[in-house]
């Protein structure tokens, strides 16, 4: 296709990659003498419909970008080729080499320069992440990072390329699913096509093991769902744990947000340590007992203070005096007071039931608080939640369906899709916690299920 002129203004040069259905070419621009990348999608039997969509997708999404490290969308059109018809997106060319190429070629990376280049790479996710709607890239990998002008101590210019599997936050609500991304790279989340500005905190945690190991993550161990890479590497341990942080298999115990992790990076704090987040607060009476793979949580009740008496006292007093309401009213009555009666034997005996059930309602759920335990069983089949109180306890039979709402807990796949074959579920316990307390037991929780369960309070 070399000397071939596209949309009689691009002159093509040579061609920089293929692959299925796609190809990548180099050209100039006859206005202006520059020269661009032009990726082609040519329909045939390897393009898809998901193909076009998300090369449509592409083309949208980077008309909306600016950003000196992402490449500059510069023209749109159809092509008719030999080959078959199809689309083109013209973009700046960008000459430098892929993070995958200088590693090839024996380039070696200090660990000032590792460092260097995550704060290029989240600063460019920071903009992405904070468009609205939010851009996830979604394939973040070495091949897609583009490094040149390296000079001195200095890593060089950073470059995010191929924006073939972007997504907006937007565009995912409704319609069909379309799990993209490179196997070692991907959070688990998304193979089950959920992502969130956190899927791309993984795929740069797992790119920077690539750059410290050499080693692609895929071919590394893992240890429930954790890349296993730290014995092989010898680097400071906070930017161990910073990476380990980076690419946890649960969302909730990832780094959210890429302003996060470069603060994260920059000042190295107690957080980055993983078991020093499941330490149990100091001062907590919940019980969490294991038992291999078994796990039980018991919460007491709560604690009698000042405060809850008064008001439970106040509650009290307000329940009896309702009850007694009626009595004062009978004596008058009876002395003959008949005006007070039409409205004694219709309206105030209504009002009186409503008002007692409903202060009984609330007396007797905040009393339950300081009377019942929780007790909390998780295994390998089933959850289950057993309450007891001094005078009887109730089992909630244990839930296994995708949905169900029994007593004082919910459980909901929270997933679009299946991962390893198996869901991931999100329970939502009615209990008391303090904030400590429900970062504890989330963070145990979802380790003893391999992040597949995470946990909320209320």
């Given at each position: 296709?070399?000397?071939?002129?596209?949309?009689?203004?691009?002159?093509?040069?040579?061609?920089?990659?293929?692959?299925?259905?796609?190809?990548?070419?180099?050209?100039?621009?006859?206005?202006?003498?520059?020269?661009?990348?032009?990726?082609?999608?040519?329909?045939?039997?390897?393009?898809?419909?998901?193909?076009?969509?998300?090369?449509?997708?592409?083309?949208?999404?980077?008309?909306?970008?600016?950003?000196?490290?992402?490449?500059?969308?510069?023209?749109?059109?159809?092509?008719?080729?030999?080959?078959?018809?199809?689309?083109?997106?013209?973009?700046?060319?960008?000459?430098?080499?892929?993070?995958?190429?200088?590693?090839?070629?024996?380039?070696?990376?200090?660990?000032?320069?590792?460092?260097?280049?995550?704060?290029?790479?989240?600063?460019?996710?920071?903009?992405?992440?904070?468009?609205?709607?939010?851009?996830?890239?979604?394939?973040?990998?070495?091949?897609?990072?583009?490094?040149?002008?390296?000079?001195?101590?200095?890593?060089?210019?950073?470059?995010?390329?191929?924006?073939?599997?972007?997504?907006?936050?937007?565009?995912?609500?409704?319609?069909?699913?379309?799990?993209?991304?490179?196997?070692?790279?991907?959070?688990?989340?998304?193979?089950?096509?959920?992502?969130?500005?956190?899927?791309?905190?993984?795929?740069?945690?797992?790119?920077?093991?690539?750059?410290?190991?050499?080693?692609?993550?895929?071919?590394?161990?893992?240890?429930?769902?954790?890349?296993?890479?730290?014995?092989?590497?010898?680097?400071?341990?906070?930017?161990?744990?910073?990476?380990?942080?980076?690419?946890?298999?649960?969302?909730?115990?990832?780094?959210?947000?890429?302003?996060?992790?470069?603060?994260?990076?920059?000042?190295?704090?107690?957080?980055?340590?993983?078991?020093?987040?499941?330490?149990?607060?100091?001062?907590?009476?919940?019980?969490?007992?294991?038992?291999?793979?078994?796990?039980?949580?018991?919460?007491?009740?709560?604690?009698?203070?000042?405060?809850?008496?008064?008001?439970?006292?106040?509650?009290?007093?307000?329940?009896?005096?309702?009850?007694?309401?009626?009595?004062?009213?009978?004596?008058?009555?009876?002395?003959?007071?008949?005006?007070?009666?039409?409205?004694?034997?219709?309206?105030?005996?209504?009002?009186?039931?409503?008002?007692?059930?409903?202060?009984?309602?609330?007396?007797?759920?905040?009393?339950?608080?300081?009377?019942?335990?929780?007790?909390?069983?998780?295994?390998?089949?089933?959850?289950?939640?057993?309450?007891?109180?001094?005078?009887?306890?109730?089992?909630?039979?244990?839930?296994?369906?995708e949905f169900m709402r029994i007593g004082s807990m919910y459980i909901r796949d929270?997933?679009?899709?299946?991962?390893?074959?198996?869901?991931?579920?999100?329970?939502?316990?009615?209990?008391?916690?303090?904030?400590?307390?429900?970062?504890?037991?989330?963070?145990?929780?979802?380790?003893?299920?391999?992040?597949?369960?995470?946990?909320?309070?209320?």
């Amino acid at each position: 296709m070399a000397s071939k002129i596209l949309k009689e203004r691009y002159v093509i040069q040579k061609q920089l990659s293929q692959n299925a259905g796609r190809r990548t070419l180099l050209a100039r621009d006859l206005q202006n003498q520059e020269l661009v990348a032009i990726k082609l999608l040519i329909f045939g039997e390897d393009v898809c419909w998901d193909d076009l969509k998300l090369f449509e997708r592409e083309a949208q999404t980077l008309q909306l970008l600016s950003h000196p490290a992402i490449p500059r969308y510069l023209d749109y059109f159809d092509v008719d080729v030999p080959t078959g018809k199809g689309f083109a997106l013209v973009q700046n060319y960008i000459p430098a080499k892929s993070l995958e190429e200088w590693l090839k070629s024996g380039r070696t990376f200090s660990e000032a320069e590792v460092k260097q280049l995550a704060k290029a790479l989240l600063e460019i996710l920071d903009y992405l992440h904070g468009q609205q709607p939010p851009v996830i890239h979604r394939d973040i990998k070495p091949s897609n990072i583009l490094l040149a002008n390296r000079s001195g101590n200095s890593v060089g210019d950073v470059y995010l390329v191929d924006f073939g599997s972007v997504q907006t936050l937007a565009a995912r609500k409704g319609g069909t699913i379309t799990v993209v991304g490179t196997y070692g790279y991907m959070p688990p989340e998304q193979f089950g096509g959920r992502n969130v500005p956190a899927s791309d905190i993984y795929s740069l945690g797992a790119t920077l093991i690539y750059l410290v190991t050499g080693r692609h993550p895929a071919e590394l161990s893992q240890g429930n769902l954790q890349i296993q890479f730290e014995s092989t590497v010898n680097l400071n341990p906070d930017l161990i744990a910073w990476l380990k942080w980076m690419t946890q298999p649960s969302l909730n115990r990832r780094l959210a947000f890429a302003k996060e992790a470069l603060e994260a990076l920059e000042n190295p704090r107690q957080p980055t340590d993983i078991s020093m987040v499941r330490q149990k607060p100091f001062g907590s009476r919940i019980e969490l007992k294991k038992d291999g793979e078994n796990l039980e949580v018991v919460i007491p009740p709560k604690k009698l203070s000042f405060r809850n008496f008064y008001w439970i006292l106040v509650g009290t007093l307000f329940c009896l005096g309702m009850f007694l309401f009626p009595f004062i009213w009978i004596k008058p009555v009876l002395q003959g007071a008949f005006f007070l009666i039409i409205p004694f034997l219709v309206f105030l005996p209504i009002c009186w039931i409503i008002g007692l059930v409903i202060a009984c309602f609330v007396l007797w759920e905040r009393l339950v608080s300081f009377f019942r335990w929780t007790r909390i069983k998780i295994d390998d089949r089933q959850i289950s939640v057993t309450h007891l109180w001094p005078w009887y306890q109730y089992q909630v039979a244990p839930i296994k369906k995708e949905f169900m709402r029994i007593g004082s807990m919910y459980i909901r796949d929270s997933m679009l899709g299946y991962v390893f074959d198996e869901k991931y579920y999100e329970i939502l316990i009615i209990s008391h916690a303090t904030p400590p307390e429900i970062e504890w037991l989330t963070n145990e929780i979802s380790a003893r299920s391999n992040g597949k369960i995470t946990v909320a309070f209320a």
